[in-house]
Each structure stands twice: as structure tokens, then as C-alpha cells.
């Protein structure tokens, strides 16, 4: 895996997620160990974020590494008219390793194509979002105990969220059952459901959450996504399809825990905050550790 891009969740093997995600836990018993003294590490952040960009800047700065880049392209020379190539072959010449999150869907592929770097994709319009991916299956290895044979719902906006596609995909690899909860306008795309069947695994849909509110082990939250809309009347009539409620988790599995990839509108009221099943924020925490993992072994010294 050493210098090797991740730009799909594809791009690595079960066993290689399983490498990433131990790990990440023996970064979550020992965080802070200079072993990037000697590397820099470039986040390029064309579009919004928080959790993403802050836990890798915090993964990087707790291993020793130097961090440089922009968490807003009109503060680059991109605001100039500089083309993506162009910026990421001189910000190849500046770091080591390049992490990216860009508002058009192939972008980070092309990224690693052209710069002579390793480049980690943080999201590539509505397209995938891997780091994402290897930190919720870390929160729900930790939390479920296993990977395999669990029920597991993705609620919201399925159509444009990118975590979600990149969840299923790797999720494909264990014995999961999927149950997809959606609007019609927002149903998962249909070449991440022929990924569910090539891989002999099952899937249901439904427009109402509370089908799944006594199946699922783990009910996984999305916000609709706004910016994806062209049209703010289409939007309009899907904002508030699904609110998850404290006390719509009466009839839920002991065990059953709530993830979310954050940020939240309004699709978890904060009654759910102080429950048992809320997750989403240790999730956001361990995306921290999985990082760390990450940098460590992409840059070859883990």
C-alpha cells in the first residue's frame, strides 16, 4: 500500500481495510508518535468542510507531519484561472502527499494521474468519499463487535451521497444486508445496487424509516444535500423526508447504534444526542485514528 493513491474504495482488497482498520486502533490507544517528523502533507480543499479536513490536519500535525494548503480555493490561484493539473503538479513538488476534496465527480481520479505524489480523495462531488468509508466501518467494527451478517439502513439522500456509495461498495465485501431508506427522486444509483448483486448480497428499499427501526444494527443518517440540487423547488419537497427522533428508538435493537457523516441539518433532532444510540460523534473522533492509519501507511513508515 505504500505509495499508493486512494481515490475508490476499490482501489484497495478486504484485507487491506482490515490492515487500515487495526491500525487505527493502536492510534486510538497511542495518538500522538512522531513518525511523519519528515513529511508534508498538502490538503486541498475546493470545496466546504470540517470534520474531513480538520481530522486529517489533526491526524498529520499528531504523527509530527508539516501541513500546507487551502480550505478555500479563492484564497488559490485557482481563483486566477489555474487549471486543477497545473495546481496539482506544482503542489506535487511542495508535499509528499496530497489530499483532495473537489466538487466534480472524477476529479481526484485525474488527480492521481498527474501528480507524482499519492493522492487521498476527500470527496469527489457526489462520486465517493473512501476515508469516510474506512472510518464508519471502524465505528461499526467497534461498535457491533464484527463486520459480518449485519442489517444495516442508509436513510436520506442516497442518490447524491457520496458516503453512502462508498460505503455499500466496501460493505459488499462482508455479509451485509442493505436496507435503503429514500424518496424516489433519491434512490442509491443503480450501478452501486448491481454492485449489491454481483456480490450475491440482498437489498430492500423503502420510503418510510420506521420499517427499518426494529431491523437495522446500524442505521446510518444522511442530511439531503442541498448543493446537489439544480433546482431549489425539487429540494424543497425533499428536506424534510426523514427526522430521526429519541423516541422513534424504543423498538430499535439493543444494540443498535446511530451514524451520521456529518453535518446534520435536521434529520437527527438533538434528543437523540443523549441516548445510547447516538454515535455520530465518536465517529466523527475515530475518523482521526483511521486517518492517521492512512497517512502512515500510504507514506511507508507503518
Do not use: W
Not at 260 to 269: A, F, G, S
Amino acid at each position: 500500500m505504500k505509495n499508493r493513491s486512494l481515490v475508490s474504495i476499490n482501489d484497495y482488497t478486504k484485507e487491506e481495510y482490515l490492515k487500515i482498520l487495526d491500525l487505527a486502533e493502536e492510534f486510538e490507544k497511542q495518538p500522538t508518535q512522531k513518525i511523519l517528523e519528515n513529511f508534508v502533507v498538502a490538503t486541498l480543499f475546493f470545496e466546504p468542510s470540517t470534520r474531513t479536513r480538520l481530522s486529517f490536519e489533526s491526524a498529520a500535525s499528531r504523527l509530527g507531519a508539516k501541513v500546507i494548503g487551502f480550505s478555500d480555493a479563492s484564497n488559490s490561484s485557482v481563483s486566477k484561472g489555474e487549471s486543477l493539473k497545473d495546481t496539482i503538479l506544482t503542489v506535487s513538488n511542495y508535499s509528499d502527499i496530497i489530499v483532495m476534496r473537489h466538487p466534480r465527480e472524477g476529479s481526484a481520479r485525474f488527480a492521481s494521474e498527474v501528480a507524482s505524489v499519492p493522492v487521498i480523495n476527500a470527496g469527489d462531488g457526489g462520486n465517493q468519499h473512501p476515508t469516510q468509508c474506512l472510518l464508519d466501518l471502524y465505528s461499526i467494527r467497534k461498535t457491533q463487535g464484527k463486520l459480518d451478517g449485519l442489517n444495516i439502513a442508509f436513510v436520506g439522500d442516497l442518490k447524491y451521497g457520496r458516503t453512502v456509495h462508498s460505503d455499500v461498495m466496501a460493505l459488499c465485501n462482508f455479509d451485509t444486508t442493505f436496507h435503503l431508506v429514500s424518496p424516489v427522486e433519491l434512490k442509491l444509483p443503480s450501478y452501486v445496487k448491481m454492485h449489491i448483486k454481483e456480490n450475491n448480497l440482498k437489498y430492500h428499499q423503502y420510503t418510510d424509516l420506521n420499517d427499518v427501526m426494529g431491523i437495522a444494527d446500524i442505521i446510518y443518517m444522511t442530511r439531503i444535500q442541498k448543493e446537489r440540487f439544480s433546482d431549489p423547488i425539487e429540494y424543497e419537497k425533499v428536506k424534510n423526508a426523514y427526522i430521526l427522533t429519541a423516541s422513534m428508538l424504543a423498538g430499535c435493537r439493543e444494540n443498535m447504534r446511530v451514524l451520521h457523516p456529518l453535518p446534520r441539518v435536521n434529520e437527527i433532532t438533538e434528543d437523540v444526542d443523549s441516548t445510547s444510540q447516538a454515535y455520530y460523534f465518536q465517529q466523527a473522533l475515530n475518523g482521526v485514528y483511521v486517518r492517521q492509519a492512512l497517512l502512515a501507511t500510504i507514506l511507508g513508515v507503518k
